[in-house]
C-alpha cells in the first residue's frame, strides 16, 4: 500500500500544536501520577477529553507503559458525529500523524479485521474525531515506537459487540496492549441528561461507579443492562464493551483515577466523569487465520435461521429507533460462518428495497 498519512486535526484546539510544548504537557502529566503497579498490563481504560480537563486522569493510566514496550497498540474509541451502526471502522491510512510524528497503522493486521463485514472504513469517522487521536501523543511520549491500530466504533448491542471482540482477538497477543477510550457520565441540560439536581457531586460518584463495578466484575449484560436503565451517558460504552468481550478468565480491572470537569471548573450544572482503569491478564490469542472453531461446512439450524432474522429485524429497527432494548441472541458457530444473504423490504405490501 502507498503511504497515506492521516494528520491529526487535534492539533490547536484539543492541545497545543508546538510539539516542544506538547511532549512537555504530557510529561508534566504523567510525572505528576503515581499509580501502584500493575503486573501483566494488557489493557487501559482512559478518558478522551481536552487535557487540562482530563490529562491528569489519563496519566494515571498511561504511565505504567513507561519502561515497557508494545509491538501493537489496538485503541478503540467511539464515533461522536458519523453513525456507524453495529459496526466499527478503521482508516484507509498507513500512518497517523501527530505533532510528535507519525505512527505507523498495522497494516497486516487491519487487513486481517478487514476480513469481517462489521471492520469498514469510513473516512468521515475519523476526519475530526477526537476519541481515538487524542490519546497518541500520550502513548508516543510513553512507548515510543509501537504500530497502531485505531478504531472508531459505533453503537454496539452485546452480540455485536461479541462479534467484534471475536475478531479483535484474532490479533491480540502478548505483545498488544488495548486501550478503551472513554468520558464517562456528561451531566447537564447541554447533554440532555439531568437525572439529579441535588448533591450533583456525590451522586455522579455513585452513578459512575454503579457502571465502573459491572465493568470491575468483567459482566456484560450487567454492564450494558446498567447503561440502559440509567441513561448513563457514558460515550464510550461500545467500545467497554468490547473489552469486556474480549477479557481473558484471568483478567483483573483496577481504578486508578477518578475525577470531573465540576471538580476542576466548579461548574456542576455542566460537567464531564473521566476514569482511568487497569487490566492485568494474559490474552488468550487465537489463529486469525483459522476456521478451526467453525464447522467444516456449517449448516444452519431452524433456531440459527430464526435467529438471524430476528438480528437482521432488530437492527433494522435499531437504525430507526435507537433507544430499543438490546437483543438476547446467542450467536452459534454455524451463525458466524461467512455466508450469502439477500433482504428485501415491504411496506403494505409494496417492495421498499433489497440488497444482497
Known amino acids: 500500500m502507498q503511504t497515506k ?14 510539539p516542544q510544548h506538547l511532549a512537555r504537557e504530557v510529561d508534566s502529566y504523567l510525572e505528576a501520577a503515581d499509580p501502584k503497579p500493575v503486573e501483566d498490563l494488557i489493557a487501559l481504560v482512559l478518558p478522551h477529553a481536552g487535557y ?26 467511539p464515533s461522536h458525529r458519523v453513525a456507524l451502526l453495529d459496526s466499527v471502522s478503521i482508516p484507509d491510512a498507513t500512518h497517523i500523524e501527530t505533532p510528535l510524528g507519525a505512527i505507523e497503522i498495522d ?23 477526537h476519541s481515538v487521536q487524542i490519546e497518541l501523543p500520550f502513548l508516543q511520549r510513553a512507548l515510543g515506537a509501537f504500530k497502531l491500530v485505531p478504531i472508531v466504533c459505533g453503537e454496539l448491542d452485546e452480540a455485536s459487540a461479541r ?17 478503551v477510550s472513554t468520558d464517562f457520565t456528561h451531566y447537564g ?32 449484560p ?18 467497554i464493551a468490547v473489552l469486556l468481550a474480549m477479557l481473558p478468565a484471568d483478567a483483573k480491572i483496577r481504578l486508578l483515577k477518578y475525577d470531573t470537569s465540576g471538580s476542576l471548573t466548579g461548574d456542576w450544572s455542566h460537567c464531564v466523569s473521566y476514569v482511568s482503569a487497569a487490566v492485568s491478564g494474559h490474552w488468550q490469542t487465537v489463529c486469525a487465520d483459522s476456521a478451526a472453531d467453525l464447522p467444516e461446512n456449517p449448516v444452519l439450524s431452524v433456531a440459527d435461521k430464526v435467529g438471524l432474522l430476528r438480528l437482521a429485524r432488530h437492527r433494522i429497527a435499531r ?3 435507537p433507544g430499543l432494548p438490546l437483543l438476547n441472541l446467542t450467536i452459534t458457530p454455524a451463525m458466524r460462518a461467512t455466508m450469502g444473504a439477500f433482504v428485501t423490504l415491504h411496506k403494505h405490501g409494496l417492495l421498499r428495497g433489497c440488497i444482497g
Open 5 to 18: 498519512v492521516l494528520k491529526s486535526e487535534l492539533a490547536g484546539t484539543w492541545y497545543t500544536d508546538n
Open 52 to 77: 487540562r480537563y482530563s490529562g491528569m486522569v489519563a496519566a494515571h493510566g498511561v504511565k505504567l507503559l513507561q519502561k515497557r514496550s508494545y509491538s501493537r497498540v489496538v485503541v478503540i474509541g
Open 107 to 129: 497494516r497486516p493486521a487491519v487487513e486481517r479485521l478487514m476480513r469481517d463485514p462489521a471492520f469498514q472504513s469510513h473516512p468521515r469517522a475519523h476526519a475530526s474525531e
Open 163 to 179: 462479534d467484534i471482540a471475536s475478531s479483535l482477538l484474532g490479533i491480540v497477543d502478548g505483545d498488544t496492549l488495548v486501550v
Open 189 to 220: 441540560r447541554t447533554f440532555d441528561y439531568v437525572p439529579f439536581k441535588q448533591d450533583i457531586e456525590n451522586n455522579l460518584r455513585k452513578l459512575d461507579m454503579g457502571a465502573f463495578r459491572h465493568i470491575e466484575e468483567k459482566t456484560l
Open 222 to 239: 450487567a454492564f450494558l443492562g446498567y447503561v440502559q436503565e440509567t441513561g448513563a451517558t457514558i460515550c464510550g460504552r461500545s467500545p
Open 319 to 321: 437504525a430507526l429507533l
